[in-house]
């Protein structure tokens, strides 16, 4: 008995010890491949292919740091968490980042102890209802039966959506996406409500997209991103500039095609910083100096990924919008490479 | 002569601490014990060490914040601005409701699963042997995921229940959707009380006369009819007292007034002719009860304003706060006679009858849903179906160990005693039984009082989903919201086997 406690407690105590680590570059580094944390399978953002393969807007930042970080964009362990798991997941160390379509909220920051590197999606909470139902506005859902993943903002949005314009609902709580759509899908609720982004998602997997409306209101801001554990800034900056290097490759023009061609040294100082061939950004940021040209070869630049993944040549089919380059009258502004 | 040699003298010495038997015990006890409290420090200290690294520390002031989310399931009043310790109490009484009624039906299913698995019958013990094995075998959460994916897929969606659909509701008040099921919901009347109480006197009555009819078999050797008496008392009585109140004011009419109409419109007429209707009524009575239901059959839109007594009704009524108010017919001419100044109420041509002592309220259909009666929620019934059907598998064979552990002699002298079947296993198996089954049934119940915590694979908003998953994930207090947790099931638990032990103690063998 008393060998099964002691075994008992060195699995404990290796549980808990490994949160305890601070250096997760060197972790990486050591171990050959980054933890990264990604939904349960949301078309588009983060989902198993056929082969079985994780692909997707938001795999492609895991895969983006990890070429950064260990030259190899397939060098990721990706962890499936729920929204009820992802910050345990990260919190406890199991995972190095998360990149999964997460809100970046002031609780979140400050008292959950994260750090939200950047914004990847701005993205707003918004209803889908089927056609045949006749409503044309989420004020016209009072009495609804609304299908909710737990553990999100949206659950609060909802809440406080419903508070404020004096309207009841019944909350079906639900654990996945995949759950969510079967229960919608059956009729146990009249509206999914999640990210504007996950509906469109969601929709273009379904037997007749064309039979399901997302509503026009949107009822929150909701800007997704990735995000580290407090604590390890230097981790923290790595995959905020592997984002932002991203973000800039597409304001200057660097793409998958040209960017061997690029890497030689071109006449745009900016350019040639990123690219590593001037200056000594690598250095500043403790990797290499071709740290982004590897970031970017991974899928392409923001705008390459954007329009591979969910895109609007994608069944999922999403418009730019507020996510189109500052210069295009957008929100994407990455700091300047300097 | 003889020489007197001393004993070698006794003295302590440290290797005797392992090689001598009356000190061995006692130093490896003394070793353990100091391990296991290192052991248990280190681990304390770890964590408050990690917790200290992540920046975090430890405080249930969260219990006090604003929760923000909507539970649907409530038995206690809340709201989306409650605390995380009301959402919490929130989810131990859903925790407490499933389980309650998990192991009420477990063991009625135990039992005749258990008794009938011993069956003669070829047929009738095979059956209760799958049933058994096939719940058994299975783990529990395919079960529970099953039973919701059958509720969901196969029942009819609330608007196939409107005109066309080709679904309709069972006896006309019983509607099974695919959200759950909506069942009529009891609303109390004038009366309730006393028939509460004829009620409540019946069953003492019942529990006097079995007493009575026990003794006097004791005595006499004859035997009552217990069963139908006791049938008897508990239908006769109320039903005598609800008819007898139903007859005395169940009648009254109640005439509907309405301000700034003609006199002779009907509802529907009067509707047409104003911008809204406001009704003036008591939530909860049987008279706001039978007056909505008319509004619903005339099909007008309506909002209800609500109020606590019928004097504040009538005097928002007088003071414009609503445009329709029911009263009793006698007090409606002087309320009309008493009208002054712009105030001028005349009656409709409807009525409706004041309400009985105990009304059903039916459920309707309302925009999106049912409205009305008491909705079961899918997730409810699925989480306590397939906790009963798979606990009730355990008890059946425990109930089948017990049974088969009253030796065969006990059996056939009751049966040459001309004792019938069905008494012998009332009175000699069962009695001597039950002490083989009470102890296991207890870790039967615990094990489904546990089990319960699988709810959020349902979505049922138990104690788990409500403090251990959505309050823990909006306030990121893992550590506290689990111990808390965790102290809720050892608190639960302990008190059922409590109280299974004081029943334990009662039933067990007497030794004289």
Redesign the interface.
Do not use: C, H, P, V
């Given at each position: 008995m008393k060998k099964t406690a002691f075994l008992g407690a060195l699995t404990v105590s290796g549980l808990v010890a490994g949160a305890a680590a601070a250096a997760t570059l060197e972790d990486v580094q050591e171990r050959g491949n980054l933890n990264c944390g990604v939904s349960t399978g949301l078309p588009g953002f983060s989902a198993p292919n056929s082969a079985g393969e994780w692909e997707g807007f938001d795999v492609a930042v895991c895969r983006a740091v990890a070429a950064a970080v260990l030259g190899d964009p397939t060098a990721v362990e990706f962890v499936p968490t729920t929204g009820q798991t992802r910050f345990t997941a990260l919190a406890s160390g199991e995972i190095d980042m998360l990149s999964r379509n997460t809100t970046w909220t002031f609780s979140r920051d400050n008292d959950l102890k994260f750090e939200f590197v950047g914004v990847n999606y701005y993205d707003g909470q918004g209803f889908l209802v089927p056609k045949a139902l006749g409503v044309t506005s989420a004020k016209d859902l009072d009495g609804a039966t609304v299908c909710i993943q737990t553990g999100t903002t949206t659950e609060l949005n909802l809440a406080d959506f419903f508070r404020t314009n004096n309207m009841d609902y019944e909350p079906v709580p639900i654990e996945t996406n995949a759950e969510a759509q079967q229960q919608y899908l059956a009729g146990a609720c009249d509206v999914y409500t999640t990210d504007a982004s996950g509906l469109a998602a969601t929709r273009a997997t379904f037997e007749t997209p064309s039979d399901h409306v997302i509503l026009p209101e949107i009822i929150s801001k909701e800007p997704l991103g990735p995000l580290v554990r407090h604590g390890d800034n230097e981790w923290g900056d790595i995959a905020r500039w592997t984002l932002n290097a991203l973000i800039a490759a597409e304001e200057y023009g660097i793409t998958s095609a040209n960017i061997d061609e690029l890497a030689e040294g071109t006449n745009n100082p900016e350019i040639n910083r990123i690219l590593g061939t001037e200056g000594n950004l690598g250095e500043m940021i403790g990797l290499d100096s071709d740290w982004a040209v590897r970031a970017i070869k991974a899928g392409g630049n923001y705008g390459e990924l954007f329009e591979r993944h969910i895109g609007e040549s994608t069944p999922i089919g999403l418009a730019r919008g507020l996510n189109a380059q500052w210069t295009e009258g957008g929100l994407l502004y990455s700091p300047p490479f300097r | 002569m003889s020489t007197l040699s001393e004993p070698p003298k006794e003295s302590f010495r440290l290797s005797m601490l392992i090689y001598d038997t009356r000190y061995r015990s006692l130093t490896i006890q003394t070793v353990?014990m100091i391990?296991?409290v290192l052991?248990i420090s280190?681990?304390v200290s770890?964590?408050v060490?990690?917790l200290e690294?992540?920046?975090?520390d430890f405080d249930f002031g969260f219990l006090g914040q604003r929760a923000?989310?909507?539970?649907?399931q409530r038995l206690v009043e809340y709201?989306?601005?409650s605390t995380h310790a009301r959402a919490a109490l929130v989810g131990i009484l859903n925790t407490i409701l499933v389980a309650f009624l998990g192991c009420a039906l477990a063991t009625i299913l135990g039992v005749i699963a258990g008794v009938l698995r011993l069956s003669k019958n070829w047929l009738v013990s095979r059956l209760m042997a799958v049933y058994v094995e096939g719940f058994r075998n299975v783990p529990l959460l395919l079960w529970i995921i099953a039973i919701f994916a059958l509720m969901?897929?196969s029942t009819p969606?609330p608007r196939d229940f409107r005109e066309g659909g080709d679904a309709s509701m069972l006896f006309g008040s019983i509607a099974i959707s695919?959200?759950g099921v909506y069942v009529p919901a009891p609303v109390w009347g004038e009366g309730a009380s006393l028939l509460i109480g004829v009620f409540v006197i019946s069953l003492i009555a019942i529990w006097a006369f079995r007493r009575y009819a026990h003794r006097r078999q004791e005595a006499t050797g004859d035997i009552l009819p217990v069963f139908r008496v006791s049938l008897a008392l508990f239908f006769i009585p109320v039903l005598l007292t609800y008819f007898a109140i139903a007859f005395a004011n169940g009648r009254t009419e109640q005439a509907i007034l309405a301000t700034g109409g003609e006199a002779g419109l009907t509802l529907t007429e009067y509707a047409e002719s104003q911008e809204s209707l406001n009704v003036c009524l008591i939530p909860g009575t049987t008279t706001a009860l039978n007056l909505e239901k008319t509004l619903r059959g005339a099909d007008v839109r309506y909002n209800a304003v609500p109020f606590n007594d019928e004097g504040q009704a009538l005097e928002g009524f007088q003071v414009g706060d609503c445009n329709v108010l029911s009263v009793p017919a006698t007090q409606s001419d002087p309320i009309i006679a008493e009208a002054e100044g712009g105030f001028a109420p005349v009656p409709l041509v409807e009525t409706i009858r004041r309400g009985n002592a105990l009304e059903f309220e039916q459920p309707y259909l309302?925009?999106?849903?049912f409205?009305g009666g008491i909705h079961l929620r899918?997730s409810l019934i699925a989480l306590w179906l397939a906790l009963s059907l798979y606990t009730g598998a355990f008890i059946a064979e425990i109930v089948r160990g017990g049974i088969l552990s009253v030796s065969k002699g006990q059996t056939e002298a009751a049966y040459a005693l001309g004792l019938r079947p069905n008494r012998t296993m009332n009175l000699v198996i069962l009695p001597q039984a039950m002490r083989v089954i009470i102890p296991p049934l207890i870790s039967q119940y615990l094990n489904l009082t546990k089990n319960s915590s699988l709810a959020?694979?349902v979505?049922y908003?138990d104690v788990r989903?409500t403090l251990g998953?959505?309050t823990?994930?909006?306030?990121?207090r893992?550590l506290e919201g689990m111990l808390l947790l965790g102290l809720f099931y050892l608190v639960l638990s302990l008190l059922i086997s409590g109280a299974m032990n004081f029943y334990n103690s009662r039933v067990k063998l007497k030794e004289r």
């Open positions: - | 353990a391990l296991l052991m280190w681990l770890n964590t060490q990690n690294n992540l920046g975090k923000g989310y909507d539970i649907n709201t989306s601005q969901t897929e969606m695919n959200r309302g925009g999106f849903n409205d899918n959020i694979a979505g908003m989903s998953g959505i823990i994930n909006q306030t990121g893992e």
